[in-house]
């Protein structure tokens, strides 16, 4: 198994980065994932955090070397990810619970799986035409889908923000599953947060995609979105992969699984820690916070990581 493979995620405009990034491997198993959280002091940053490292501890766990069934898998580790969000809601007595969108694929044996909560995308493309992309549980969706406003109206219509299927909601997520994809030397893959997605066109994003490396397209992407989020802009991620490789152009991580052992995972994801906030506002997320946090998202994948 041949990948290249890049993953960003940037503060934007906001005080804090709710979203989460990470992506895992095993010899013949590709997991790939973005979580974007909702929640005010620190919840929303717990609940991506929670599933992103819950879903990859899962496959860590399941991948000896493939998924059986990727499918299947996606939908229970999703839902597993909403009960140890509700469960951390519930023994901290929120008021509100946090709550994250998730986008998450499986590639293995040339084969692209992936599974959808809320507004977080994947973009399917080859040789920088799309294929695919992933539909968002989003009112503006639903307005599109209706044919009442263009897919450009999305973007800025007032009623941009609002999803209606989440992790860690008062309501079980309905998880949305891809069909099985075939996956030809040369696609690209793209999983992202909506403060990516929400200031380019599809063609820009193809077109960027298309023309570099991944370790120049995604920065690209983030700068063209950052400027044109301004002060006000969303956090933004975005994990790439190409699948066959770019070679091991200059920070492009360049992975052959060939000399992996079958029952051996590589994950990258950024452990929990303080939100920067903003320079000369003090801190409202204390060290004692993070250690607490930390814990509780330990024991949660002790848990449903059965």
């Known amino acids: 198994m041949k990948f290249s493979i890049y993953q960003s995620s940037r503060q934007g405009g906001r005080k804090y980065n ?24 620190f919840h929303g940053e717990i609940a991506a955090q929670m599933t992103v490292q819950l879903i990859a501890d899962l496959f860590q766990h399941q991948a000896r070397p493939l998924i059986r069934d990727p499918l299947y898998f996606l939908d229970e580790a999703m839902h597993k990810a909403h009960e140890a969000i509700s469960d951390y809601s519930a023994e901290n007595e929120l008021l509100e619970s946090p709550r994250t969108t998730c986008v998450a694929a499986i590639i293995q044996r040339n084969v692209a799986y992936w599974a959808h909560v809320g507004d977080s995308r994947l973009y399917f493309f080859r040789k920088g035409r799309l294929v695919m992309r992933t539909m968002d549980h989003s009112r503006v969706q639903l307005l599109c889908d209706q044919g009442k406003i263009t897919e450009a109206q999305m973007t ?38 909506d403060g990516l997605w929400g200031t380019l066109t ?6 960027i995609l298309n023309a570099y490396p991944l370790d120049q397209a995604i920065p690209e992407l983030m700068d063209h979105a950052e400027l044109r989020g301004g002060q006000d802009g969303d956090n933004l991620s975005g994990i790439a992969m190409t699948w066959g490789g770019q070679g ?35 801190a409202v997320v204390s060290d004692d916070d993070i250690e607490k946090a930390i814990a509780e998202i330990q024991l949660a994948i002790q848990k449903y990581s059965k």
């Open 202 to 207: 599809i063609n820009e994003i193809g077109s």
């Open 18 to 41: 709710q979203d989460r990034v990470a992506y895992s491997y095993s010899k013949e198993a590709l997991l790939l994932l973005v979580a974007d959280g909702m929640g005010g002091h």
């Open 248 to 282: 091991n152009s200059r920070g492009t991580t360049g992975i052959s699984t060939e000399a992996m052992p079958l029952d051996s995972c590589t994950t990258r994801l950024d452990a929990l820690h303080a939100p920067h906030g903003v320079a000369g506002e003090e």
């Open 156 to 193: 800025s219509h007032p009623d941009r923000n609002k999803i209606y299927n989440c992790l860690g909601g008062s309501v079980s997520p309905e998880v949305e599953l891809s069909k099985r994809i075939p996956v030809e030397p040369g696609d690209t893959m793209l999983l992202c947060s």
